[in-house]
T-cell receptor, first 113, second 114 residues
Framework: NAGVTQTPKFQVLKTGQSMTLQCAQDMNHEYMSWYRQDPGMGLRLIHYSVGAGITDQGEVPNGYNVSRSTTEDFPLRLLSAAPSQTSVYFC????????????FGNGTRLTVT | QQQVKQSPQSLIVQKGGISIINCAYENTAFDYFPWYQQFPGKGPALLIAIRPDVSEKKEGRFTISFNKSAKQFSLHIMDSQPGDSATYFCAVLLTSGGYQKVTFGTGTKLQVIP
């Protein structure tokens, strides 16, 4: 059981560079989301999707883009990386059922210099 | 505005002791209260959760106490073990329009020393 798979595990970018963080799940979950984790700030929602073709903004969406062309994949794009985007990024998925738990990937640690 | 306030930020407990982590919320419309456990280098995973119509839920050494009138809930870890050393997040869920919105607390780093 792969669950939620995130790649890469680590990434270093220079300011202004772009990149895509990959997220794939094999549980046929309708709901997928991206969080960033920063010390003392907890997990903050960046973007989420309730199904293929449907995305919406979370709490901290600025500087990030998402798309959802399939049920399985939910990539997160940084168009022009900034040092403030240095963080650990987690992808999560769940069934669209009341009180269904979130299943998280193991994260991508991103450093922007 | 922080929707859920979690304390303490860090906690050191001796093996066999009780670990207690607290969360407080404002919005009475929240309808589910889970706790997630995160080990270093891993993503969070659901540990235990409670509905607002229940005052306590116990699973093994882990117990959630829920005080609806005070708008507070807490996680108690009995007989704490070094393997419980992790970061714990409380969360609140709001179901609206068929969708669930999850908001996490800021996390508590627990260290259980032998």
């Amino acid at each position: 059981n792969a669950g939620v798979t995130q790649t890469p595990k680590f990434q270093v970018l220079k300011t202004g560079q772009s990149m895509t963080l990959q997220c794939a799940q094999d549980m046929n979950h309708e709901y997928m989301s991206w969080y960033r984790q920063d010390p003392g700030m907890g997990l903050r929602l960046i973007h989420y999707s309730v199904g293929a073709g449907i995305t919406d903004q979370g709490e901290v969406p600025n500087g990030y883009n998402v798309s959802r062309s399939t049920t399985e994949d939910f990539p997160l794009r940084l168009l022009s990386a900034a040092p403030s985007q240095t963080s650990v990024y987690f992808c999560a998925s769940s069934r669209q059922v009341v009180n269904s738990p979130l299943h998280f990937g193991n994260g991508t640690r991103l450093t922007v210099t | 505005q922080q929707q859920v306030k979690q304390s303490p930020q860090s906690l050191i407990v001796q093996k066999g002791g009780i670990s207690i982590i607290n969360c407080a919320y404002e919005n009475t419309a929240f309808d589910y209260f889970p706790w997630y456990q995160q080990f270093p280098g891993k993503g969070p995973a659901l540990l235990i959760a409670i509905r607002p119509d229940v005052s306590e839920k116990k699973e093994g050494r882990f117990t959630i106490s829920f005080n609806k009138s005070a708008k507070q809930f807490s996680l108690h870890i009995m007989d704490s073990q070094p393997g419980d050393s992790a970061t714990y997040f409380c969360a609140v869920l709001l179901t609206s329009g068929g969708y669930q919105k999850v908001t996490f607390g800021t996390g508590t780093k627990l260290q259980v020393i032998p």
